[in-house]
């Protein structure tokens, strides 16, 4: 079975533009959460979405969204861009809308702003 | 706002010694997970812990989750090269929230 993947895997952008990141999440893994991870420091919640629906948000502007699809798929959109977000955005995957079980991640997205 | 913070931050030792990675919070948690994170890579969960005063074992490493369930540990016994990586502690509430992270280096 295919794990989590993402797509890019690196991308250099810069600044003032907007990006879109892809999550496929493992079969029948109802949940999609996204991270942004610093280089030094744990991942930081962005948005976690079940069944199509955000059930939550992070201390993130609203130059970030996102949405999940009816095949359960996510995209993540950075819109103007900072050199603040240079960083790796992992989304993870989990069967329920609770991480009892825990989350199984991607390898990320590096993204470079320049 | 951390909620959860990790100790050692660093930690080098030599193969074959014990070492002990804490993490806590003030926040209780209906679960707590530990993850190990290589250069490049995505986080692996390792186990998820729910009941307070939990303790559980994958080979040589010993989880605990504090009777409260706002605290937790990692035990290594006879550490070896290929333990080496970031240890991630994840407390699960409404959202999961990240530790700051134990980098952990084995010297052969």
């Known amino acids: 079975d295919a794990g989590v993947t993402q797509s890019p895997t690196h991308l250099i952008k810069t600044r003032g533009q907007q990006v879109t990141l892809r999550c496929s999440p493992i079969?029948?893994?109802?949940?999609v959460s996204w991270y942004q991870q610093v280089l030094g420091q744990g991942p930081q919640f962005i948005f976690q979405y079940y069944e199509k629906e955000e059930r939550g948000r992070g201390n993130f502007p609203d130059r970030f969204s996102a949405r999940q699809f009816p095949n359960y798929s996510s995209e993540l959109n950075v819109n103007a861009l900072l050199l603040g977000d240079s960083a790796l955005y992992l989304c993870?995957?989990?069967?329920?809308?609770?991480?009892?079980?825990?989350?199984?991640f991607g390898s990320g997205t590096r993204l470079t702003v320049v | 706002t951390q909620l959860l913070e990790q100790s050692p931050q660093f930690l080098s030792i030599q193969e074959g010694e014990n070492l002990t990675v804490y993490c806590n919070s003030s926040s209780v948690f209906s679960s707590l997970q530990w993850y190990r994170q290589e250069p490049g890579e995505g986080p692996v969960l390792l186990v998820t812990?729910?009941?307070?005063?939990e303790v559980k074992k994958l080979k040589r490493l010993t989880f605990q989750f504090g009777d409260a369930r706002k605290d937790s540990s990692l035990h290594i016994t006879a550490a070896q090269p290929g333990d080496t990586g970031l240890y991630l502690c994840a407390g699960d509430r409404e959202k999961l929230t990240f530790g700051t992270g134990t980098r952990l280096t084995i010297i052969p």
């Open positions: 812990v729910v009941t307070g005063g």
């Open positions: 993870a995957s989990s069967w329920g809308s609770r991480g009892n079980y825990g989350y199984t």
């Open positions: 079969s029948g893994h109802k949940s």
